[in-house]
């Protein structure tokens, strides 16, 4: 069936790195654009990355850009997202998700992870 | 960055109930709205998009109106499963954001 997992979360402290990965399976993963999603501890959900079926269109939230890079493995089904420089404030879950649409991105995600949760905390 | 802002925060209701939670954009959005519905611990799942489309495996009983900065989702005839929180999403322009979320909570 269609799913996403991602992995790679955990504690690291502040100024730290963590790379999160995304598999997907049970969809032609190169066909679809991704989007990675957080949500801290109690609070809503906070869009942060998008990255085209091809991985040359990537944008980014403020708040992580130029800290956060996000990637594709077509070969592997799989998403990343390499986070450097990490805050206490980047504490969250952390959700990978797939656009609805194959042919136009719409920006829209009806497939999601379980999430990955990373606490930043000295 | 275009700001969503629901209401109300969160509701109290019955099973049977007819729920409506309002959705605002601080700028016009178009028809790039979605809903998700989210449970304690559990990744959201999308229920709507582009304002009143349902996505596939919704009950009728969700429904979703509006157009330009005010959005509506209707949930009539609540049924125990519908208790969570619901989030508007708006993807008219990048970045694209969240409303804060309505809690749905049991009378």
């Known amino acids: 069936q269609v799913q996403l997992v991602e992995s790679g979360g955990g504690l690291v402290k502040p100024g730290g790195s963590l790379r999160l990965s995304c598999a997907a399976s049970?969809?032609?993963?190169?066909?679809?654009?991704m989007s990675w999603i957080r949500q801290a501890p109690g609070k809503g959900l906070e869009w942060i990355s998008y990255?085209?079926?091809?991985?040359?269109?990537?944008y980014y939230a403020d708040s992580v850009k130029g800290r956060f890079t996000i990637s594709r493995d077509n070969t592997k089904n799989s998403l990343y997202l390499q986070m450097n420089s990490l805050r206490a404030e980047d504490t969250a879950v952390y959700y990978c998700?797939?656009?609805?649409?194959?042919?136009?991105?719409?920006?829209?995600?009806?497939?999601w992870g379980r999430g990955t949760t990373v606490t930043v905390s000295s | 960055d275009i700001q969503m802002t629901q209401s109300p925060s969160s509701v109290s209701a019955s099973v049977g109930d007819r729920v409506t939670i309002t959705c605002r954009a601080s700028?016009?959005?178009?028809?790039?709205l979605a809903w998700y519905q989210q449970k304690p611990g559990k990744a959201p799942k999308l229920l709507m998009y582009?304002?009143?489309s349902l996505q596939s495996g919704v009950p009728s009983r969700f429904s979703g109106s509006g157009s330009g900065t005010d959005f509506t989702l209707t949930i009539s005839g609540l049924q125990p499963e519908d208790f969570a929180t619901y989030y508007c999403?708006?993807?008219?322009?990048?970045?694209?954001?969240f409303g804060q979320g309505t809690k749905l909570e049991i009378k």
């Open positions: 990255i085209s079926s091809s991985g040359d269109t990537i």
């Open positions: 998700a797939r656009d609805l649409s194959v042919v136009v991105p719409v920006g829209f995600m009806d497939v």
């Open positions: 049970g969809f032609t993963f190169s066909d679809y654009y």
């Open positions: 999403q708006q993807a008219n322009s990048f970045p694209s954001t």
């Open positions: 582009a304002v009143s």
């Open positions: 700028q016009g959005i178009r028809s790039w």
